[in-house]
């Protein structure tokens, strides 16, 4: 099993800063793939963009120079260091992992974590 552990949420002021990390833990052999999303009350969940194993990372249009996402792969971690921050990013993170399971397995496997949340408040 593979889980996944999101912490950093809380509360901050408009055009503050937070910094979420995400965990991913158990049995597997590699993580090709942590990003995170994001759903406010009542809405869908919205990409914010992913860590790619050995390639570029990518980010959402709507937090892009706002956010960024590092990757410390001997940690199994994933951060989102999120800057000027308005009430509108108020929402639960999620964080996900893709990972194999061996190594001549060709399909990744998605495991989510339980979201921890962000209030921004005016």
């Known amino acids: 099993q593979v889980q996944v552990v999101e912490s950093g949420g809380g509360s901050v002021q408009a055009g503050g800063s937070l910094r979420l990390s995400c965990v991913a833990s158990?049995?597997?052999?590699?993580?090709?793939?942590m990003g995170w999303y994001r759903q406010g009350s009542g809405d869908q969940r919205e990409f914010l963009g992913y860590?790619?194993?050995?390639?570029?990372?990518t980010y959402s249009d709507s937090v892009k120079g706002r956010f960024t996402i590092s990757r410390d792969n001997a940690k199994n971690t994933v951060y989102l260091q999120m800057n000027s921050l308005k009430t509108e990013d108020t929402s639960v993170y999620y964080c996900?992992?893709?990972?194999?399971?061996?190594?001549?397995?060709?399909?990744?496997?998605?495991?989510w974590g339980q979201g921890t949340q962000v209030t921004v408040s005016p």
């Open positions: 996900y992992a893709s990972v194999k399971t061996g190594p001549s397995v060709s399909t990744s496997l998605t495991y």
């Open positions: 158990g049995s597997f052999f590699s993580i090709d793939v």
């Open positions: 860590s790619s194993s050995g390639g570029p990372t």
